[in-house]
């Protein structure tokens, strides 16, 4: 993947190995429209084939990260239409969700609707102090989308979740991170800064282990036990082939700095 690229809707820059996707509608606090979601799903095929992409960063422009779907574009008015409004969608999401490397969303103002469902789908949420999470779709009689029904019970628990969309009730960022959906609060001036540094980190990890840890997570509350100890032992097996496993094997031994280490210092 190039960069840095514009397609207006979404800006797209790589440095080291990091992509970030910024979300670029800053008037419309950043509001999904068909160009974005055109976009979006374009980036994240071709981040999925381009194993140089070591890490992702989702970002929004302006101050906010994203209001959700673009209620004046929204013109469906049958049930067929309306599904295959969201089964546009769900290729990409699944594949962002799925995704066997770290993907890290930096959630500054607004994150609404579809924009809260692109936050659920990263592995990390830093958030600024002025961040506002909701599902809003009840006040517009629709369900939540973007793969939300799946994350946002896992993130936050069955509980939680039925009370933020069944209430549409805004969240602030501590309340996030009190739930689970938020790592970091920090201030909104460190926020991309400290989402890049994050990211930069996790890049360092072995490409191996971190997607078969990530996928064997992602499937371990749909499975039972025994299921999740033959993942475990299929993926073990994997990972101590790899060269990353041995060279780090190597420097531990000989005292040498490791190839992956956290915390990332702030």
């Given at each position: 993947?190039?960069?840095?690229?514009?397609?207006?809707?979404?800006?797209?820059?790589?440095?080291?190995?990091?992509?970030?996707?910024?979300?670029?509608?800053?008037?419309?606090?950043?509001?999904?429209?068909?160009?974005?979601?055109?976009?979006?799903?374009?980036?994240?095929?071709?981040?999925?084939?381009?194993?140089?992409?070591?890490?992702?960063?989702?970002?929004?422009?302006?101050?906010?990260?994203?209001?959700?779907?673009?209620?004046?574009?929204?013109?469906?008015?049958?049930?067929?239409?309306?599904?295959?409004?969201?089964?546009?969608?769900?290729?990409?999401?699944?594949?962002?969700?799925d995704l066997d490397r770290?993907?890290?969303?930096?959630?500054?103002?607004v994150c609404y609707g579809?924009?809260?469902?692109?936050?659920?789908?990263?592995?990390?949420?830093?958030?600024?102090?002025?961040?506002?999470?909701?599902?809003?779709?009840?006040?517009?009689?629709?369900?939540?989308?973007?793969?939300?029904?799946?994350?946002?019970?896992?993130?936050?628990?069955?509980?939680?979740?039925?009370?933020?969309?069944?209430?549409?009730?805004?969240?602030?960022?501590?309340?996030?991170?009190?739930?689970?959906?938020?790592?970091?609060?920090?201030?909104?001036?460190?926020?991309?800064?400290?989402?890049?540094?994050?990211?930069?980190?996790?890049?360092?990890?072995?490409?191996?282990?971190?997607?078969?840890?990530?996928?064997?997570?992602?499937?371990?509350?749909?499975?039972?036990?025994?299921?999740?100890?033959?993942?475990?032992?299929?993926?073990?097996?994997?990972?101590?082939?790899?060269?990353?496993?041995?060279?780090?094997?190597?420097?531990?031994?000989?005292?040498?700095?490791?190839?992956?280490?956290?915390?990332?210092?702030?």
């Amino acid at each position: 993947m190039n960069a840095p690229e514009d397609n207006n809707t979404l800006l797209i820059t790589q440095h080291d190995g990091v992509v970030t996707l910024s979300f670029n509608r800053p008037e419309a606090k950043n509001a999904l429209n068909t160009e974005m979601r055109t976009a979006l799903h374009d980036a994240v095929v071709r981040i999925r084939a381009d194993r140089s992409i070591r890490a992702v960063v989702l970002r929004g422009e302006g101050g906010d990260f994203c209001s959700g779907g673009d209620v004046r574009g929204m013109n469906v008015t049958s049930a067929q239409a309306g599904r295959e409004r969201i089964d546009d969608l769900h290729g990409w999401i699944s594949m962002l969700i799925d995704l066997d490397r770290p993907v890290i969303a930096a959630v500054d103002g607004v994150c609404y609707g579809a924009g809260f469902s692109l936050a659920l789908a990263a592995d990390f949420v830093i958030a600024s102090e002025r961040a506002r999470f909701c599902m809003p779709f009840m006040k517009v009689g629709l369900v939540p989308d973007c793969g939300a029904f799946y994350t946002l019970p896992r993130v936050v628990g069955l509980a939680r979740a039925k009370d933020l969309v069944f209430t549409a009730r805004e969240m602030r960022a501590p309340e996030a991170k009190e739930a689970g959906a938020v790592l970091e609060i920090v201030e909104a001036a460190q926020l991309h800064a400290r989402a890049a540094q994050i990211a930069a980190c996790l890049a360092n990890a072995s490409p191996v282990a971190f997607g078969l840890a990530k996928r064997a997570l992602n499937q371990s509350l749909g499975s039972d036990l025994r299921a999740m100890l033959d993942i475990e032992a299929a993926a073990q097996g994997i990972a101590f082939s790899t060269e990353f496993h041995r060279e780090a094997v190597r420097r531990f031994r000989e005292k040498e700095a490791p190839l992956f280490q956290w915390p990332v210092s702030q």
